[in-house]
């Protein structure tokens, strides 16, 4: 069975430009998340879906940051404009179950903002 | 949400057993206790939960004393590819309350 994927793995971009960053869910996982680490700091919370609504968007940091799932299965983060402070890595998971069960984590997309 | 305290590192040898404690004082009725694992350049990879008393699965065990309020990952006869960063997590099962919320962890160093 696939894991969870994220493309791409890696991004560097200017100040003020756009990033778009995508990640695939185990299929039939109706949860997806997004997670991120900043530099320094800790893993945080961004926001979850329910197949293709957001249940949870209380960690999206402002209105830069826009995350769609379409469908239900693949799911976009994009980041416009992008700022310094935007760097980091951005975890996507995903789970079967509702409730406080385990989420599969993708590898992560580092993003450096310069 | 019940906020977790965990050592920031520890060291260990080859075939010894680690055990990493976590106090969670604040733990409500309804939470479980999660613990992730991570490699460097990977995610977080779920390990074990417990609700209480003890758990073990063929990776580890989770000792949880009757109060709640602390909880013990054992790794057993712990090898060079256990070095890793433990997170400890509590949160509500069951409801529907699915963010996870991870504290700084416990980076455990294994030597030969």
């Known amino acids: 069975e696939a894991g969870v994927t994220q493309f791409p793995s890696h991004s560097v971009i200017e100040k003020g430009q756009t990033v778009t960053l995508r990640c695939d869910p185990i299929?039939?996982?109706?949860?997806l998340y997004w997670y991120r680490r900043v530099m320094g700091k800790e893993i945080k919370f961004l926001l979850h879906f329910v197949k293709e609504s957001k249940q949870d968007e209380s960690g999206m940091p402002n209105n830069r940051f826009l995350a769609e799932r379409t469908g239900g299965t693949y799911s976009t983060l994009k980041v416009q404009p992008a700022e310094l402070e935007d760097s980091g890595v951005y975890f996507c998971?995903?789970?079967?179950?509702?409730?406080?069960?385990?989420?599969?984590f993708g590898p992560g997309t580092r993003l450096t903002v310069t | 949400l019940a906020k977790t305290t965990q050592p920031i590192s520890m060291d260990s040898y080859e075939g010894q057993e680690v055990n990493i404690t976590c106090s969670h004082n604040n733990i409500a009725t309804n939470d479980y206790i999660t613990w992730y694992q991570q490699f460097p350049s990977q995610g977080p990879r779920f390990i074990i939960q417990?609700?209480?008393t003890k758990v073990t699965n063929e990776v580890a065990s989770l000792f949880i004393p009757a109060d709640r309020k602390s909880s013990t990952l054992s790794l057993p006869r712990v090898s060079l590819s256990d070095t890793a960063v433990y997170y400890c997590l509590v949160g509500e099962g069951n409801t529907g309350f699915q963010k996870l919320v991870f504290g700084t962890g416990t980076r455990l160093l294994v030597s030969p």
């Open positions: 417990g609700y209480k």
């Open positions: 998971a995903s789970s079967q179950e509702q409730g406080y069960y385990e989420q599969y």
């Open positions: 299929s039939g996982h109706d949860n």
